[in-house]
């Protein structure tokens, strides 16, 4: 569907197979699609069983229609998703989704219809998973030791390393000095590590490389030395 209004009426979409997105319906621009005594089935796709938007704002209107199987809706624009008595309607496993990480689901009663946004997270918080209602994925506060520009970029201050726990969330620990970010450097990633080193608190030397006597560096093993003490 591109930039139209369009009107689909006593119909069913089954069985239909997307090379990419969009297993029933794909929207790229402006539109407004309403849907009227139409019953979607199974349809497959890579993403999206059932329909996917990249378009900045489009707008779906169902009534008395029917989802017969669990969908997916991702919304990979960024406008909202309008719908209508679609969500009394499609089951409960369901899934309605945003295609970046960075994001979280913003949902909003409006006249008639339900308005879902993929709203990006402001500077100062921060999100790692892409958001869905499935997940419940929230912008969350940007901890103590980093700095937030929102979406899903984390970076760490001077001399901490972030551990991102089971609920996605990060946590900044000390860090040894010349393990991870330092004062040289002008950003780093919530997880840097310096001088070829890896692993939590970047405690160990990358494949390949080992500890060099009185250094905090790792150095290739092939060119490291080998020194045979009597």
């Known amino acids: ?23 029933a319906i794909s929207v790229s ?35 008395e229609s029917n989802v017969t199987v669990p969908m997916t809706v991702e919304n990979a624009g960024s406008g909202a998703i309008a719908l ?28 008639g219809f339900w308005s879902l946004t993929c709203r990006e997270c402001s500077a100062g918080t921060y999100s790692l998973i892409r958001a869905s209602t499935a ?36 946590t900044f620990l000390p860090c040894p000095p010349f393990y991870c970010c330092t004062a040289a450097q002008s950003s780093c990633a919530y997880d840097h590590c310096t001088g070829n080193r890896a692993g939590v608190l970047c405690s160990e030397c990358l494949p390949g490389y080992s500890l ?8 290739e093993d092939a060119t490291c030395t080998r020194l045979d003490l009597p």
Not at 39 to 56: D, H, K, V, W
Not at 136 to 153: Q, S
Not at 212 to 219: D, K, R
Request: proline letters at 3%; glycine letters at 10%; one cysteine or more.
């Open 84 to 111: 209508g008595e679609i969500i009394q309607a499609v089951s409960s496993d369901s899934v309605w989704k945003c295609s970046l990480a960075g994001t979280e689901v913003v949902a909003e009663a409006r006249t």
């Open 212 to 219: 060099q006597l009185f250094s905090n560096s790792c150095a």
């Open 29 to 63: 621009s402006h539109a407004t699609l309403k849907l009227h005594l139409v019953t979607i089935g199974p349809n497959t796709a890579q993403r999206a069983t059932a329909l996917f938007s990249t378009a900045p704002q489009a707008n779906f209107f169902w009534t």
């Open 135 to 170: 997940n419940e994925a929230r912008c969350l506060p940007c901890p103590l030791g980093g700095y937030c520009r929102g979406g899903d970029h984390v970076l760490a201050s001077e001399n901490v390393w972030g551990q991102v726990s089971a609920d996605h969330s990060i």
């Open 1 to 23: 569907v591109g930039e139209a209004t369009v009107l689909m009426t006593n119909c069913s979409i089954n069985n239909n197979t997307a090379g990419s997105f969009g297993g």
